[in-house]
């Protein structure tokens, strides 16, 4: 063998070695990509399933708590505000947050409204519906732990050496956490 034939050989190698590499690199990318495109999807079927049964836990607090209008309305126009930002096409992850955060804390004011009516916590509708809606708000709090370990392994990937490369080439983006407002981790103040 010539040298001309081994340096041949090895610059073949080297070329392979960096194609196998893009590949694998591109292939991590997008299946990162997808993962939070998925996270993103477990979090809105929840969230739905949070919106379809607000309207059910107002109704079954109206029958009791006649003067805390106040508080159904909040939730009410909160589950709307969420149902919106759910629904448009073109709201950022920051909105939606936003809103599914402000319905939490009317749900909470709601909750704690019951406590003032004994014969509303004794209700089994009204239970089941707090028991469902308990449910509903953890799988909720995984569905977005889930989602935000992934859009951090996705945005990690696009940022580090050597993967940063082929997330240029290809045009990866980072994608948006999914995080509650500055102003909605405050706990909210419940008086009667």
Partial sequence: MSVSTIVLLVILAIVVIVLVWGVVAYNNLVTLRNRVQNGFSQIDVQLKRRTDLVPNLVETVKGYATHESQVLQ????????????????????????????????????LQATAEAYPDLKANQNFLQLQEQLSDLEQKIAYARQFYNDVVQKLNTSIQTFPSNLIASIFHFAPAQYFQVAEADRQVPQVRF
């Fill in 74 to 109: 909040n939730v009410t126009e909160a589950r709307a505000n969420a149902v919106r930002a759910a629904s448009s096409g073109s709201a950022t992850t920051a909105e939606r947050a936003q809103a599914e955060s402000a319905l939490s804390n009317a749900l909470m004011a």
